[in-house]
């Protein structure tokens, strides 16, 4: 990897233990509130999220435990 720069990754992760609209609301400003998140849409009916983000920055577990964090579980 080249100095400074970015390596944008999309995921999909799955959420369990939303059940409302602030609850979806909730998970989007924390993943939106991670350094190196440039985008993330949670999708309440789904139950999941669709997050990009600098893979440099972060990695999949950390994302997960971004959900924890928040109160919910990773499925």
């Given amino acids: 990897m080249l100095f ?3 390596e944008k990754t999309q995921i999909t992760l799955n959420i369990e233990g939303m059940h409302c609209e602030m609850c979806s609301s909730r998970m989007q400003k924390a993943f939106l ?3 190196g998140v440039y985008d993330a849409k ?3 009916e789904n139950k999941c999220a ?3 983000y600098d893979a ?3 990695s ?3 994302l997960k435990n971004i959900i924890r964090e928040t109160g919910y579980q990773p499925a």
Avoid: I, R, Y
């Fill in 56 to 58: 440099g920055k972060l």
């Fill in 42 to 44: 949670v999708d309440l």
């Fill in 33 to 35: 509130a991670a350094k």
């Fill in 4 to 6: 400074g720069k970015k």
């Fill in 50 to 52: 669709q997050v990009t």
């Fill in 60 to 62: 999949e577990e950390d």
